[in-house]
């Protein structure tokens, strides 16, 4: 990377930065920002918007794949970029949805990501729904009881409702279902066996 392009995405990152400022999304503290309260909100807010505008390929294979970061990562940074086209007029702010500025709020969707992981699960988890038309189901057999109980995918653990026993719940250890009807019909036959 060239010290020009260097420069324009530092330049880029700032302007973006003074604009969320600008927008009571985010505030400086102690020389580092920090995302406020209104800037979850706004992103929940525009998420719906959001997901139109999202590569439906791209965003399926994500949530395919289980990547929630990833997905809460695509998700900010698309309502972001509504947020600040939509009032970059009204505010007067600096940045203009240039391919430097572009990175920066994907960069700041990252840093949202890893600063607040439980918030940005839970837009993960609404989009996945969304797209995937449902949640997940898993078909859990307890380690302790031997007992089986029905459990959505989105969730680390679970707890037996026969003997109380925490399991956690790892991906690709459970038959995993699409609907709750598909769960009950496997569940009903493995109690038979």
Same mark, same amino acid.
Not at 42 to 49: F, G, T
Not at 121 to 130: D, S, V, Y
Not at 149 to 154: A, G, M, P, R, V
């Given at each position: 990377?060239?010290?020009?392009?260097?420069?324009?995405?530092?330049?880029?990152?700032?302007?973006?930065?003074?604009?969320?400022?600008? $927008?009571?999304?985010?505030?400086?503290?102690?020389?580092?920002?920090?995302? +406020?309260q209104?800037?979850?909100?706004?992103?929940?807010?525009?998420?719906? &918007?959001? +997901?139109?505008?999202?590569? !439906?390929e791209?965003?399926?294979?994500?949530?395919?794949?289980? %990547?929630?970061?990833?997905v809460?990562?695509?998700?900010?940074?698309? %309502?972001l %970029?509504?947020? #600040?086209?939509?009032?970059a007029?009204?505010?007067?702010?600096? !940045?203009?949805?240039s391919?430097?500025?572009i990175? &920066? =709020? +994907? !960069?700041?969707?990252?840093?949202?990501?890893?600063?607040? @992981?439980?918030?940005?699960? #839970?837009?993960? =988890?609404? $989009?996945?729904?969304?797209?995937?038309? !449902?949640?997940?189901?898993?078909?859990?057999?307890? @380690?302790?009881c031997?007992?089986?109980?029905?459990?959505?995918l989105?969730?680390?653990?679970?707890?037996? @409702?026969?003997?109380?026993?925490?399991?956690?719940?790892? @991906?690709? &250890?459970?038959?995993?279902?699409? %609907?709750?009807?598909?769960?009950?019909?496997?569940?009903?036959?493995?109690?038979?066996?």
């Amino acid at each position: 990377m060239s010290s020009g392009s260097g420069r324009r995405s530092r330049e880029a990152a700032r302007d973006l930065l003074e604009d969320l400022v600008e $927008l009571g999304l985010a505030r400086r503290v102690s020389g580092r920002y920090v995302a +406020t309260q209104r800037f979850w909100f706004e992103v929940s807010r525009l998420l719906p &918007a959001a +997901t139109r505008l999202l590569p !439906g390929e791209k965003l399926r294979m994500l949530v395919d794949v289980k %990547s929630w970061r990833l997905v809460a990562v695509a998700a900010i940074s698309y %309502s972001l %970029s509504l947020a #600040i086209a939509a009032r970059a007029a009204k505010y007067g702010l600096k !940045g203009r949805l240039s391919d430097e500025y572009i990175k &920066a =709020i +994907t !960069g700041l969707a990252m840093h949202a990501v890893a600063q607040c @992981p439980a918030r940005a699960r #839970i837009l993960a =988890i609404w $989009l996945g729904e969304r797209l995937g038309g !449902g949640s997940m189901y898993v078909v859990v057999d307890c @380690p302790r009881c031997r007992g089986l109980f029905i459990k959505k995918l989105e969730w680390r653990s679970g707890t037996c @409702p026969y003997c109380g026993c925490r399991v956690r719940l790892r @991906p690709g &250890a459970y038959r995993a279902f699409k %609907s709750l009807g598909e769960a009950r019909a496997f569940m009903v036959r493995m109690r038979g066996r």
